[in-house]
Nanobody, 122 residues
């Protein structure tokens, strides 16, 4: 089993930045694809970013250019740097791990964290 714990969320003014962290325990993540999704109230879960086991990355269209996903396998941690935050970025951000595929599809991720709330004030 893999346990994922997100941190780094909070209240921020529009235009600000945050760095979200996802710390894993239970297994080494070096062979897993990792991703961030987000879910705003009343909306479906949305793909944000994913990173493959060897560092390849892809981003959702709504956030492209403002976010950077990275991983530190030595620390078993994945990061999401979020810049130029907008009120529409307000959501719970979830970290996910897949031992099978590098994908943007939420249903193909095996493990999920509990999420961290990001609120952007206008």
């Amino acid at each position: 089993q893999v346990q994922l714990v997100e941190s780094g969320g909070g209240l921020v003014q529009a235009g600000g930045s945050l760095r979200l962290s996802c710390a894993a325990s239970g297994r080494t993540l070096s062979s897993y694809a990792m991703a961030w999704f987000r879910q705003a109230p009343g909306k479906e879960r949305e793909f944000v970013a994913a990173i493959s086991w060897n560092g390849g990355s892809t981003y959702g269209d709504s956030v492209k250019g403002r976010l950077t996903i990275s991983r530190d396998n030595a620390k078993n941690t994945v990061y999401l740097q979020v810049n130029s935050l907008k009120p529409e970025d307000t959501a719970v951000y979830y970290c996910a791990a897949s031992g099978r595929l590098f994908t943007v599809v939420a249903g193909l991720y095996d493990y999920w964290g509990q999420g961290t709330q990001v609120t952007v004030l206008s």
